[in-house]
């Protein structure tokens, strides 16, 4: 069994009044991950599209799990939206270029992500308890 540690750090000294530092560390056991992917997303839009990428299959894992993605893209308005594929599709996060995200998965729903620039890359993994 892995043990598996994120951290985000955020500062600033002129966003608020005062300066700005906080700390957030998560550590998690981790028995099985799908290892670190990458795949160029092709679809510009969500639901029943081909040209997905499937960042997250539901059912894959017991809680915890998490999933790392990351728009490789040195464009910044080469979005990568990641949905949840159920009956609402609902966009739970919009990704630029350059940016990543951390979050912890319902493992019963699945997240697919689709593109608005056909081709741009999406990084990805998922760690956390074998169902």
Do not use: C, W
């Amino acid at each position: 069994m892995a043990t598996v540690t994120a951290k985000l750090t955020i500062t600033s000294a002129n966003l608020l009044s005062q300066s700005l530092n906080l700390t957030a560390t998560s550590t998690a056991s981790a028995t099985h991950t799908t290892g670190l992917a990458r795949a160029a997303v092709t679809s510009t839009a969500q639901g029943t599209a081909s040209g997905q990428v499937t960042v997250y299959t539901a059912s894959s894992y017991t809680a915890p799990s998490y999933l790392y993605i990351k728009n490789t893209s040195t464009v910044s308005t080469n979005y990568i939206y990641i949905y949840a594929d159920d009956a609402a599709d609902s966009t739970i996060v919009r990704l630029k270029g350059g940016e990543f995200a951390f979050i912890p998965t319902n493992s019963g729903v699945s997240l697919k992500a689709y593109t608005a620039t056909s081709g741009t890359v999406v990084e990805y993994m998922v760690y956390g308890t074998e169902v």
